[in-house]
């Protein structure tokens, strides 16, 4: 929020996602950074992002692959969908060119290593697959948003970053950004998509960069 209200928003943004992605954006038709922070840019925390169609289908369809405990699978008797909307904790979203940023921000907690009726769908998995899926019933600007230039951006400490087997999440991103395999194994639904182009948009900062960045980000660092 600081650096979205910053005088000098577009650079700082355009600063910090060259060291999360590289030098240019890792989506089609948008050639720099600074054109994905120029225009109508919205910032909303707590977005509700809808569950893919085709992710509810699949999961009614496989329940007992993913899920064993009895009383759970009894729980989803005449149930229609098994997975409500997901929560991220920001989105950044410019409405003129549909790019956006859904962030996973964490401090000392990890990420989620299941949901309810599926056990094996941990919680980047979930934001990622909602990060591929098309929005066109929400309300605007939210229906604005490009799957195809959607980033997804995980905010942590850096000492976690510099040891990423401390967390469950240190060992799921870096293996999605390394070997796209492994994002198609945890989106089994997902079907003829280019997994490597996709993990290029995955990316990871820590809130020493944003202070670094702007000195009025995260005070409460020492």
Same mark, same amino acid.
């Given at each position: 929020?600081?650096? $979205? =209200?910053?005088?000098?928003?577009?650079?700082? $943004?355009?600063?910090?996602?060259?060291?999360?992605?590289?030098?240019?954006?890792?989506?089609?038709?948008?050639?720099? #950074?600074?054109?994905?922070?120029?225009?109508?840019?919205?910032?909303?925390?707590?977005?509700?992002?809808?569950?893919?169609?085709? =992710?509810?289908?699949?999961?009614? &369809?496989?329940?007992?692959?993913?899920? $064993?405990?009895?009383?759970?699978?009894?729980?989803?008797? +005449?149930?229609?969908?098994? &997975?409500?909307?997901? +929560?991220?904790?920001?989105?950044?979203?410019?409405?003129? +060119?549909?790019?956006?940023?859904?962030?996973?921000?964490?401090?000392?907690?990890?990420?989620? $290593?299941?949901?309810?009726?599926?056990?094996?769908?941990?919680?980047?998995?979930?934001?990622?697959?909602?990060? @591929? &899926?098309? *929005?066109?019933?929400?309300? !605007?600007?939210? *229906?604005?948003?490009?799957?195809?230039?959607?980033?997804?951006? @995980?905010?942590? !400490?850096? @000492?976690?970053?510099?040891?990423?087997?401390?967390?469950?999440?240190? =060992?799921?991103?870096?293996?999605?950004?390394?070997?796209?395999?492994?994002?198609?194994?945890?989106?089994?639904?997902?079907?003829?998509? +280019? #997994?490597?182009?996709?993990?290029?948009?995955?990316?990871?900062?820590? #809130?020493?960069?944003?202070?670094?960045?702007?000195?009025?980000?995260?005070?409460?660092? !020492?």
């Amino acid at each position: 929020m600081t650096i $979205f =209200y910053s005088q000098n928003r577009v650079n700082e $943004f355009s600063m910090l996602f060259k060291d999360a992605y590289g030098d240019g954006p890792p989506i089609r038709r948008i050639d720099r #950074w600074e054109e994905c922070f120029v225009g109508e840019l919205h910032l909303f925390f707590e977005a509700k992002l809808p569950s893919p169609k085709l =992710y509810k289908k699949w999961l009614l &369809e496989n329940l007992v692959q993913r899920q $064993f405990i009895p009383h759970v699978l009894d729980s989803a008797h +005449n149930k229609r969908t098994l &997975e409500g909307p997901t +929560n991220v904790d920001a989105l950044l979203l410019n409405s003129e +060119n549909g790019f956006a940023v859904i962030t996973e921000a964490k401090v000392l907690s990890d990420t989620s $290593f299941s949901v309810t009726y599926d056990v094996r769908r941990n919680q980047l998995a979930r934001n990622i697959d909602v990060m @591929l &899926e098309k *929005n066109e019933s929400l309300c !605007p600007p939210l *229906n604005k948003r490009d799957p195809e230039k959607t980033l997804f951006l @995980l905010i942590t !400490p850096k @000492l976690f970053k510099d040891n990423p087997a401390t967390r469950l999440y240190g =060992y799921k991103l870096n293996e999605y950004k390394t070997n796209s395999g492994a994002l198609a194994q945890d989106l089994p639904h997902r079907k003829n998509c +280019n #997994w490597q182009d996709i993990s290029k948009r995955l990316g990871w900062l820590t #809130w020493e960069d944003f202070k670094k960045t702007n000195e009025d980000c995260c005070k409460w660092l !020492p």
